[in-house]
């Protein structure tokens, strides 16, 4: 049973994050079909009519509650909107955006999970912004050098974000604490790297990942992180 938050004070932007909060929860839960504003309210511990002020409907709701999980995503993964047009692909660290990716969806499975369902059912997958980053820079990536000949970017981003955000699943299910998932997430991105290295990329274009690659998976330190 979800438990239900504690009342608020009149904050309009804390009661809508909290109102999102409980959505997402739920989502990640029930789905888009069993979910209600008054479910909603209910566990965000607000009233109804508050709810309704800030989602006039259910599907404005869930809407709000995608993109701004997606919001999150982007922020975790990418770093901050604003600049990431100033990036060239060229010059992005492959081996840390994977690391952010899989401890993300490590630590956030139903963000992750509320994220996916939506993108899956959504009409137009290129108006999500992580989405549209993720392929994007991918398909920048497929025009370069480094790359390997015949990429295709929207099915390498379905596979490795699916691969992402299943993973958790398994890890949470058979892993005994969080010093281990932490484990499970740096094998998920170890091995992530090792297929791109031999896949989409060219080995001789990324020597740095060559070598993580080559020393196979690194030592957890006390604190459950991989060491460098």
Not at 7 to 25: G, K, M, W
Not at 161 to 167: D, R, S
Not at 173 to 195: K, S, T
Request: charged share 30%.
């Amino acid at each position: 049973m979800v438990e239900r938050a504690k009342r608020r004070p009149r904050d309009p932007e804390a009661t809508r994050e909290v109102i999102l909060e409980a959505a997402r929860t739920l989502l990640a839960k029930d789905g888009p079909e069993g979910i209600s504003l008054s479910e909603v309210a209910h566990l965000a511990g607000v009233n109804r009519g508050t709810a309704y002020q800030h989602f006039e409907t259910r599907e404005k709701l869930i809407k709000a509650t995608a993109d701004w999980v997606s919001d999150k995503l982007f922020l975790a993964v990418f770093g901050d909107p604003a600049t990431v047009g100033e990036r060239r692909v060229e010059e992005v660290d492959v081996a840390e955006l994977t690391d952010r990716l899989s401890d993300f969806a490590m630590d956030n499975p139903e963000l992750c999970r509320v994220w996916l369902m939506q993108l899956l059912a959504s009409p137009d997958p290129g108006a999500d912004p992580f989405w549209r980053e993720y392929c994007g820079s991918l398909e920048r990536f497929a025009a370069t050098e480094m790359a390997a000949p015949d990429v295709d970017a929207e099915v390498l981003a379905v596979i490795n974000l699916a691969g992402a955000f299943l993973w958790p699943v398994w890890a949470r299910a058979h892993a005994e604490g969080a010093p281990q998932r932490v484990q499970l997430a740096r094998r998920f991105a170890d091995e992530c790297l090792r297929l791109s290295l031999y896949g989409s990329m060219r080995p001789e274009a990324f020597p740095d990942v060559a070598e993580r690659v080559a020393k196979g998976p690194r030592p957890m330190s006390r604190r459950g992180r991989a060491d460098s």
